[in-house]
């Protein structure tokens, strides 16, 4: 509507540019009498275009002015005594009535129209005009102004409705998406621990082997998990979708991981998957190189910023052994807790570089490594970097 209004105010101001040119190019007024009504305009669009509506007050002030005042100047100042001379200024009062039902409610939409009509018949009967063309011309104003609220109130309707079924849309695909998760649960006991108690029930197997302890921990911690996200499973699902994927995977692969969720923020999908790859590659290089079973994956927020981190007390490294480069992290970026070193971007080696770093980095992350001999590996993964 703002665009057809100043394409509407803008076919008037040529008619009244060319009448100007033609018949009155020899009078000062008419000129500063469009000089002025461009203005107003130009006024109008520039709020328009930095509030993205029409501005109330600087529609108001041209209702005020070019569609009431100028007028009576025409015929005061610019020699307007017929309607010949006098319609191109009239003509304005209806683009100026248009942009009133735009920017106006309802009351204040009715006085400015009653100002227009009463301003416009007083000039009017001032040229003697014909009666037809004043009825006319009041008809043209009072429907530019209906027109423009009908299809304001019009595309503000389908607008609310387009919002309403985009709202519908959404709520149904986190119910799927809920529905899914929640299959995907189903699946993962069914295969789990539903087999190992099962098999325990049955007698088939001795719950008193480490390997079977080693599995009743994994799972507990799977079900622990399930439990703790039930409180609070809107927040960021998809983070910890991604992230419980990653722990099953390495779950799956034999390493114990103790998992915890703190709030993490919502992000959208291409970065929870880019951090879930990442933690992924991380745990792998506990189970390879850590020479322990047990890993720690943790996931927060601060200020909007999601942090991953995975730690394990394993052997570790130094500056001469296979892993990470140990180069100075950047300006406050931080460093670990209690892991004897500080923390440092991670750089290279042990297949990090090409699985952690480089793909934070794709997204606008970061990922820092913390590690000592004989004291573990801490890596944290940042988004936003």
């Given at each position: 509507?703002?665009?057809?209004?100043?394409?509407?105010?803008?076919?008037?101001?040529?008619?009244?540019?060319?009448?100007?040119?033609?018949?009155?190019?020899?009078?000062?007024?008419?000129?500063?009498?469009?000089?002025?009504?461009?203005?107003?305009?130009?006024?109008?669009?520039?709020?328009?275009?930095?509030?993205?509506?029409?501005?109330?007050?600087?529609?108001?002030?041209?209702?005020?002015?070019?569609?009431?005042?100028?007028?009576?100047?025409?015929?005061?100042?610019?020699?307007?005594?017929?309607?010949?001379?006098?319609?191109?200024?009239?003509?304005?009062?209806?683009?100026?009535?248009?942009?009133?039902?735009?920017?106006?409610?309802?009351?204040?939409?009715?006085?400015?129209?009653?100002?227009?009509?009463?301003?416009?018949?007083?000039?009017?009967?001032?040229?003697?005009?014909?009666?037809?063309?004043?009825?006319?011309?009041?008809?043209?104003?009072?429907?530019?102004?209906?027109?423009?609220?009908?299809?304001?109130?019009?595309?503000?309707?389908?607008?609310?409705?387009?919002?309403?079924?985009?709202?519908?849309?959404?709520?149904?695909?986190?119910?799927?998406?809920?529905?899914?998760?929640?299959?995907?649960?189903?699946?993962?006991?069914?295969?789990?621990?539903?087999?190992?108690?099962?098999?325990?029930?049955?007698?088939?197997?001795?719950?008193?082997?480490?390997?079977?302890?080693?599995?009743?921990?994994?799972?507990?911690?799977?079900?622990?998990?399930?439990?703790?996200?039930?409180?609070?499973?809107?927040?960021?699902?998809?983070v910890r979708a991604a992230l419980e994927e990653s722990v099953r995977a390495a779950e799956a692969l034999g390493l114990r991981v103790t998992a915890r969720y703190h709030e993490p923020p919502a992000v959208?999908?291409?970065?929870?998957?880019?951090?879930?790859?990442?933690?992924?590659?991380?745990?792998?290089?506990?189970?390879?190189?850590?020479?322990?079973?047990?890993?720690y994956l943790t996931a927060a927020g601060d200020s909007g910023r999601l942090i991953v981190t995975v730690v394990d007390r394993g052997r570790g490294f130094g500056t001469g052994s296979a892993g990470p480069?140990?180069?100075?992290?950047?300006?406050?970026?931080?460093?670990?807790?209690?892991?004897?070193?500080?923390?440092?971007?991670?750089?290279?080696?042990?297949?990090?570089?090409?699985?952690?770093?480089?793909?934070?980095?794709?997204?606008?992350?970061?990922?820092?490594?913390?590690?000592?001999?004989?004291?573990?590996?801490?890596?944290?993964?940042?988004?936003?970097?």
């Amino acid at each position: 509507m703002v665009i057809a209004t100043a394409l509407y105010r803008g076919s008037h101001l040529v008619a009244g540019g060319a009448v100007v040119a033609q018949h009155q190019r020899d009078r000062l007024f008419p000129w500063l009498a469009l000089v002025a009504a461009i203005a107003f305009t130009a006024l109008i669009w520039f709020m328009a275009a930095r509030h993205r509506r029409l501005v109330p007050w600087a529609v108001g002030l041209d209702v005020l002015v070019t569609g009431c005042l100028l007028p009576f100047g025409a015929y005061a100042w610019g020699g307007a005594r017929a309607q010949e001379s006098i319609a191109w200024v009239m003509l304005l009062g209806g683009s100026a009535s248009a942009m009133a039902a735009v920017a106006f409610g309802a009351r204040l939409l009715v006085v400015a129209v009653a100002l227009l009509v009463a301003t416009h018949l007083a000039g009017y009967l001032m040229v003697e005009a014909d009666a037809a063309v004043t009825g006319a011309h009041l008809n043209a104003l009072v429907f530019s102004a209906v027109v423009s609220w009908v299809l304001t109130w019009y595309l503000c309707r389908q607008g609310e409705q387009v919002d309403e079924a985009n709202r519908r849309t959404l709520a149904a695909e986190a119910q799927r998406a809920r529905f899914a998760e929640r299959v995907a649960h189903h699946n993962a006991l069914h295969d789990t621990v539903l087999a190992t108690l099962t098999a325990i029930a049955r007698g088939g197997v001795d719950a008193n082997t480490s390997v079977m302890r080693e599995r009743c921990a994994r799972e507990a911690a799977y079900l622990r998990r399930l439990v703790e996200q039930a409180d609070d499973r809107e927040s960021a699902s998809g983070v910890r979708a991604a992230l419980e994927e990653s722990v099953r995977a390495a779950e799956a692969l034999g390493l114990r991981v103790t998992a915890r969720y703190h709030e993490p923020p919502a992000v959208p999908g291409e970065i929870a998957l880019a951090m879930a790859r990442a933690a992924t590659e991380a745990l792998n290089n506990v189970r390879c190189h850590a020479g322990t079973g047990h890993a720690y994956l943790t996931a927060a927020g601060d200020s909007g910023r999601l942090i991953v981190t995975v730690v394990d007390r394993g052997r570790g490294f130094g500056t001469g052994s296979a892993g990470p480069r140990r180069s100075a992290a950047p300006e406050g970026s931080g460093g670990s807790e209690g892991s004897g070193g500080s923390a440092r971007p991670v750089t290279g080696g042990i297949g990090l570089d090409r699985c952690v770093y480089a793909r934070m980095r794709g997204v606008g992350g970061r990922a820092f490594v913390d590690s000592a001999p004989g004291e573990g590996v801490r890596v944290e993964l940042r988004w936003p970097g």
